[in-house]
């Protein structure tokens, strides 16, 4: 049974907590510095390259789609667009480093038994998934916001176009970053160790990444195997396949959480 007052406290503690700690740290350092490599040295040429023919070209080969290649860097603003496309090719990588050690060295140092005096171990584990997410939600706001003032500097749409799309960029990249942090509360539910946790979760998903496309031409479906399935429908321009890639997302998620939870509920503590 959650006890919603503890649950909050809880959150908030870990979220706190992770804001200084350094297995964050080691997500918040490299993932704003690449960023900020990103919009200060490289998205500017970018930009102008990939507005230009032979850009928007390249951009139709590798999504096989000239329409859609027009909308997001001639139509739209191209700092977002780019923004959109990095991040979401990025995501599992730097989820994978953000959300890798939710349990495994609370669990080998035995730090879980005394929270267990005054918690359930569902609100511990709960907790420690709300306070990762929480802390991607803030720093993927934040890059949100960097970009769209990116786009708004170089005069590239209109105000409302402008805040329109980087909202929508910003709930999208943050939705599909929630199955890769289900995902690793699942590995670091019975990995022994942040490095075990962090290595393992690393193979398991190279490992579904090369069965999916290994396989996808004879099976189509195997792609969708992993969360990055849904990519190409993330950024198309139609509302209907966005929904329906939202949809699977959570219901992604909803896997990877239950099958952490089931496993965490019987870890010895």
Known sequence: MLNLYRLKELTLFNFCYSL???????FIIPYFLFWYLVFDNIILLAVEWLQSTQGIIFVSWIT?????????FVDRSASLSIYLLVSITLTPLFILIAANNQYSSDMSRGAFRFLLMRATRAEIYFSRFIAVSLLVLTCIS????WASTQALLNEEDTLEAITMFGLQTFVLVFIYSLPFIAFMSMISSFARSAFGSLFLGMMSYAILVLISYWFKSDISQAIYLIPSGLKSYLIDINTENILISVAALFAYTLFYFVCGWHIFKRRDI
């Open 20 to 26: 200084s700690s350094l297995k964050s740290l080691a």
């Open 64 to 72: 096989q789609d000239q329409e859609l290649a027009l909308e997001l």
């Open 142 to 145: 934040i890059t949100s916001l």
